[in-house]
């Protein structure tokens, strides 16, 4: 699931063109409708021309609500950057252009609205190029450019064209296995109780499991997931998500507290980060400075300390260390934009590097500096949890090659994702970086159970009279499994108790093979048949020609019949009685004949053959010229 963000003046056509494309008014307060303005975020969904579906936050525009739209904006995968057609580029286009550009919005389309309020087409090849030329040197720079209208529809299936052609090139957001929802929404629904809503990063959310809601450390479980109004069983990294919690009442949540996964994060009232003053900026910013931070949905007051400077003169960057207010739950790699409080303007942003530094740094230490750099290029946990993600199940020797860490960082690194159940050890051995031991990262193995789990959940559901599912076919189908990597995913898996194993066969625990009416009626009328002449039976062929190939081979794997040749086979009763008579006859006679079988059991010579045959090969009996004799 993809999540795309308006941005753009007021008045520019946002919500009217969402409505347009999704059919939804994300204007849902009676306020909004009335002002024919944008306050709160709003919320749609649509579908791309390829079926996928994608949400769609839709945020004000007003410079006296800039601050409701920073906590939509920071989640999506690509911003439809609107202007209209008729005024062209004002001062809320630049200021979005430029938080879009400080968050490093992956992607975007420059879409020019309105275009049915202006007649003239030279007009409109104008201020095309004025969009163009302000978003120079931006993450918009190259962005696809539509003329749409959303009040007469043109335009709008070349933006669908487009956006499912932008969205398509985006990599899938990766599942961290720490599951983060920054709130941007809390209501509560009659019967059902507390409801959040965000977008999901880092990890998936699954119906029943515990949470905590942050910094205030509250505890609750999921009841209910919802995506575009439909109940899930879980949401996935990237998803517009609405949480449903049991245990929490709603007036103890607010907007910009985070919902994660318990003992996943921690707040903190201290921030690293390195930083760029906007060059439109109307002063520099100093140290000691107060400032208003917004990272993701969050939004706190904070104090700047200045670290390696007095200043910063507008289009210039460093290095800050942010004390805030109130706690904040931040990563390293977050974006995040400050603003002056009063009078309010944008006055940068950048990324966190640190989010729990050791403490108060001196603001003029160069070793201070060069470790900030150092992290802004990624932690050796960090580097490390990413080469293990990209090889999925894989020696630890292997990972850390591929992460190029020296053993003095990967060490403690390695630990740290230990400890934190982010990398798990599949076999024993010592975790060193020599060690042929396998690790996977914990959310690549959660993909990777659930992709095994379904694969064998599906042959069930085609097969449900079948023991279960060929170990070797499970195989072929986890194309990519070498074969030690398989047997240590499968033994894994198996002690998980995710999977049951008998003999060749993978099950899901519980499994019992089971025929519907039709075919129970069919394997009866084949049994009846080997019960009416049970040492001259069908044949392989005749009883397949009955029942089909799937299902007579279900009756091998239950042990209902037993195979003794390509083309003699018995009821596995029978086949029982039979070697029980040839151990009697054997023992009272010292030896047996493949005459004196066929007539002991009144049947033909090819059977007679199979049987005494299938018995050699087994190790039951040994042939001695035209005799046989019970082996050892």
Same mark, same amino acid.
Request: aromatic share 6%.
């Given at each position: 699931?993809?999540?795309?963000?308006?941005?753009?003046?007021?008045?520019?056509?946002?919500?009217?063109?969402?409505?347009?494309?999704?059919?939804?008014?994300?204007?849902?307060?009676?306020?909004?409708?009335?002002?024919?303005?944008?306050?709160?975020?709003? #919320?749609?969904?649509?579908?791309?021309?390829?079926?996928?579906?994608?949400?769609?936050?839709?945020?004000?525009?007003?410079?006296?609500?800039?601050?409701?739209?920073?906590?939509?904006?920071?989640?999506?995968?690509?911003?439809?950057?609107?202007?209209?057609?008729?005024?062209?580029?004002?001062?809320?286009?630049?200021?979005?252009?430029?938080?879009? @550009?400080?968050?490093?919005?992956?992607?975007?389309?420059?879409?020019?609205?309105?275009?049915?309020?202006?007649?003239?087409?030279?007009?409109?090849?104008?201020? %095309?190029? %004025?969009?163009?030329?302000?978003?120079?040197?931006?993450?918009?720079? @190259?962005?696809?450019?539509?003329?749409?209208?959303?009040?007469?529809?043109?335009?709008?299936?070349?933006?669908?064209?487009?956006?499912?052609?932008?969205?398509?090139?985006?990599?899938?957001?990766?599942? =961290?296995?720490?599951?983060?929802?920054?709130?941007?929404?809390?209501?509560?629904?009659?019967? /059902?109780?507390?409801?959040?809503?965000?977008?999901?990063?880092? $990890?998936?959310?699954?119906?029943?499991?515990?949470? %905590?809601?942050?910094?205030?450390?509250?505890?609750?479980?999921?009841? $209910?997931?919802?995506?575009?109004?439909?109940?899930?069983?879980?949401?996935?990294?990237?998803?517009?998500?609405?949480?449903?919690?049991?245990?929490?009442?709603?007036?103890?949540?607010?907007?910009?507290?985070?919902?994660?996964?318990?003992?996943?994060?921690?707040?903190?009232?201290?921030?690293?980060?390195?930083?760029?003053?906007?060059?439109?900026?109307?002063?520099?910013?100093?140290?000691?400075?107060?400032?208003? =931070?917004? &990272?993701?949905?969050?939004?706190?007051?904070?104090?700047?300390?200045?670290?390696?400077?007095?200043?910063?003169?507008?289009?210039?960057?460093?290095?800050?260390?942010?004390?805030?207010?109130?706690?904040?739950?931040?990563?390293?790699?977050?974006?995040?934009?400050?603003?002056?409080?009063?009078? $309010?303007?944008?006055?940068?942003?950048?990324?966190?590097?640190?989010?729990?530094?050791?403490?108060?740094?001196?603001?003029?230490?160069?070793?201070?500096?060069?470790?900030?750099?150092?992290?802004?290029?990624?932690?050796?946990?960090?580097?490390?949890?990413?080469?293990?993600?990209?090889?999925?199940?894989?020696?630890?020797?292997?990972?850390?090659?591929?992460?190029?860490?020296?053993?003095?960082?990967?060490?403690?690194?390695?630990?740290?994702?230990?400890?934190?159940?982010? =990398?798990?050890?599949?076999?024993?051995?010592?975790?060193?970086?020599?060690?042929?031991?396998?690790?996977?990262?914990?959310?690549?193995?959660?993909?990777?159970?659930?992709?095994?789990?379904?694969?064998?959940?599906?042959?069930?559901?085609?097969?449900?009279?079948?023991?279960?599912?060929?170990?070797?076919?499970?195989?072929?189908?986890?194309?990519?499994?070498?074969?030690?990597? #398989?047997?240590?995913? &499968?033994?894994?898996?198996?002690?998980?108790?995710?999977?049951?194993?008998? $003999?060749?066969?993978?099950?899901?625990?519980? #499994?019992?093979?089971?025929?519907?009416?039709?075919?129970?009626?069919?394997?009866?009328?084949?049994?009846?048949?080997?019960?009416?002449?049970?040492?001259?039976?069908?044949?392989?062929?005749?009883?397949?020609?009955?029942?089909?190939?799937?299902?007579?081979?279900?009756?091998?794997?239950?042990?209902?019949?037993?195979? &003794?040749?390509?083309?003699?086979?018995?009821?596995?009763?029978?086949?029982?009685?039979?070697?029980?008579?040839?151990?009697?006859?054997?023992?009272?006679?010292?030896?047996?004949?493949?005459?004196?079988?066929?007539?002991? /059991?009144?049947?033909?010579?090819?059977?007679?053959?199979?049987?005494?045959?299938?018995?050699?090969?087994?190790?039951?009996?040994?042939? %001695?010229?035209?005799?046989?004799?019970?082996?050892?």
């Amino acid at each position: 699931m993809r999540v795309i963000g308006t941005a753009g003046h007021v008045d520019h056509g946002k919500s009217t063109l969402v409505r347009a494309l999704s059919g939804i008014n994300p204007d849902r307060l009676k306020e909004e409708q009335a002002r024919e303005m944008t306050i709160e975020l709003g #919320f749609a969904w649509m579908n791309l021309p390829n079926g996928e579906p994608v949400g769609i936050v839709d945020v004000p525009g007003h410079r006296d609500f800039i601050e409701n739209m920073l906590s939509g904006i920071g989640g999506i995968d690509a911003a439809l950057f609107v202007v209209a057609a008729d005024e062209g580029v004002m001062p809320q286009t630049r200021e979005h252009l430029a938080i879009l @550009d400080i968050l490093q919005i992956p992607a975007g389309i420059i879409v020019l609205t309105k275009i049915d309020l202006v007649d003239d087409p030279e007009w409109l090849d104008l201020v %095309e190029a %004025e969009v163009r030329k302000t978003a120079l040197g931006t993450v918009l720079a @190259d962005a696809p450019l539509v003329r749409v209208s959303a009040r007469s529809g043109q335009g709008l299936e070349e933006l669908r064209q487009k956006l499912g052609a932008v969205l398509e090139q985006r990599p899938p957001r990766p599942n =961290l296995g720490r599951p983060r929802l920054p709130i941007d929404r809390v209501f509560t629904i009659s019967g /059902f109780g507390t409801v959040v809503t965000g977008t999901l990063t880092d $990890g998936a959310l699954k119906l029943g499991e515990e949470i %905590e809601i942050l910094p205030q450390g509250l505890r609750g479980r999921v009841r $209910g997931l919802q995506g575009h109004k439909k109940k899930e069983e879980s949401a996935q990294p990237g998803s517009r998500t609405a949480v449903n919690i049991s245990g929490i009442d709603v007036d103890q949540v607010t907007r910009g507290n985070v919902l994660i996964s318990p003992g996943k994060f921690t707040p903190s009232g201290r921030l690293d980060a390195w930083f760029r003053l906007l060059p439109e900026a109307t002063t520099s910013l100093k140290h000691d400075t107060e400032v208003k =931070l917004f &990272v993701l949905a969050s939004e706190v007051v904070a104090r700047v300390r200045l670290l390696g400077k007095e200043e910063l003169k507008p289009g210039e960057e460093g290095w800050l260390q942010l004390e805030t207010r109130d706690p904040v739950v931040a990563v390293r790699g977050d974006r995040y934009i400050l603003r002056r409080p009063s009078p $309010g303007e944008t006055l940068g942003g950048g990324l966190i590097v640190d989010p729990h530094p050791a403490g108060r740094h001196k603001r003029f230490d160069d070793s201070i500096l060069q470790r900030l750099e150092s992290l802004r290029q990624g932690s050796p946990a960090e580097i490390l949890l990413q080469a293990s993600q990209a090889m999925g199940i894989s020696s630890l020797k292997a990972i850390l090659a591929k992460a190029r860490l020296s053993p003095e960082d990967a060490n403690p690194a390695l630990q740290e994702l230990i400890n934190g159940s982010l =990398l798990l050890q599949l076999e024993p051995g010592s975790l060193e970086a020599t060690s042929e031991a396998l690790v996977v990262a914990a959310a690549r193995w959660e993909t990777e159970t659930a992709r095994a789990l379904q694969e064998v959940e599906q042959y069930h559901k085609a097969l449900p009279f079948r023991k279960g599912m060929p170990r070797e076919e499970l195989k072929s189908r986890l194309k990519y499994f070498p074969a030690r990597l #398989f047997n240590t995913a &499968v033994r894994q898996w198996v002690s998980e108790g995710k999977l049951a194993e008998t $003999g060749a066969y993978m099950l899901l625990p519980g #499994f019992k093979p089971r025929f519907n009416p039709q075919q129970q009626g069919q394997v009866d009328r084949l049994l009846n048949r080997f019960a009416q002449a049970p040492y001259s039976t069908p044949s392989v062929k005749d009883a397949v020609a009955d029942i089909g190939e799937e299902m007579y081979n279900a009756l091998l794997d239950q042990g209902l019949l037993e195979q &003794v040749s390509p083309e003699v086979v018995f009821r596995q009763q029978d086949y029982q009685e039979m070697i029980r008579a040839v151990r009697e006859m054997i023992t009272n006679k010292g030896a047996i004949t493949v005459v004196e079988f066929r007539d002991r /059991f009144n049947t033909s010579r090819k059977y007679a053959l199979a049987l005494l045959e299938k018995l050699d090969a087994v190790g039951i009996t040994l042939r %001695e010229g035209d005799f046989r004799k019970l082996k050892g």
